[in-house]
């Protein structure tokens, strides 16, 4: 199955409080509430534009394909592209773990790599 993984996203970019940064874009409060909680069932293409301006990414970026036993693919279909690790779990241990040194180092490559 298809889901819109707001969660995900969040988390890659450092969002601690998903349902106020849903708010302080304009969005009203049900519907921020279920964009934090990837809880959407359905929207526009004109939302899933908005959210790919705001969090920098493509429509791709936004989703994740999880197999369905009752329904499965062929492991070539192009859907198994969208299967999502835990990289955003990942990627905060290891900030966690570096020393602040090291950090300021990453920090700055990683600015480097932005003005490309």
């Not at 909680?37 to 301006?53: A, D, N, P």
Request: aromatic share 8%; proline share 7%.
């Amino acid at each position: 199955m298809l889901f819109l993984n707001l969660q995900r996203l969040t988390k890659l970019k450092g969002i601690n409080r998903p349902f106020s940064y849903f708010m302080s874009l304009g969005y009203p409060r049900g519907l921020a509430s279920k964009m934090a909680q990837s809880q959407m069932q359905t929207f526009s293409v004109k939302r899933l534009e908005e959210l790919c301006i705001h969090f920098n990414c493509t429509p791709n970026d936004l989703f994740e394909f999880r197999p369905d036993s009752k329904n499965p693919l062929p492991e070539t279909h192009p859907l198994h592209a969208l299967k999502r690790d835990d990289t955003a779990e990942e990627v905060i241990n290891l900030l966690h773990d570096l020393p602040v040194e090291k950090i300021r180092a990453l920090a700055a490559l990683l600015k480097n790599e932005n003005t490309k």
